[in-house]
Nanobody
């Protein structure tokens, strides 16, 4: 089992920045990919960004050039640096882990609100 705790959400004006953190605990040896998803009110959960253990990244088109995902394997922590935030980035952001055994784990979510 892997437990995930997100932090760093909040309220920011359009054009501002936030940095989300996701700390993993438990069976951290099994962590393979880490990532961030988001869900806005009335919408389905969508991929924001993922990163492999080796550091390869993947981004949704809507955040390319504005968001940067990174991870510190020694600290079992993933980060999402969000710059040039837009009102449409408002959502609950969820940390995600895919294990080497094929299991998926989710954090409890952190709210990001971007005001215009």
């Amino acid at each position: 089992q892997v437990q995930l705790v997100e932090s760093g959400g909040g309220v920011v004006q359009a054009g501002g920045s936030l940095r989300l953190s996701c700390a993993a605990s438990g069976s951290t040896f099994s962590i393979n990919n880490m990532g961030w998803y988001r869900q806005a009110p009335g919408k389905e959960r969508e991929l924001v960004a993922t990163i492999t253990r080796g550091g390869a990244t993947n981004y949704a088109d809507s955040v390319k050039g504005r968001f940067t995902i990174s991870r510190d394997n020694a600290k079992n922590t993933a980060y999402l640096q969000m710059n040039s935030l837009k009102p449409e980035d408002t959502a609950v952001y969820y940390c995600y882990v895919h294990s080497i055994f094929g299991s998926d784990y989710w954090g409890q979510g952190t709210q990001v609100t971007v005001s215009s």
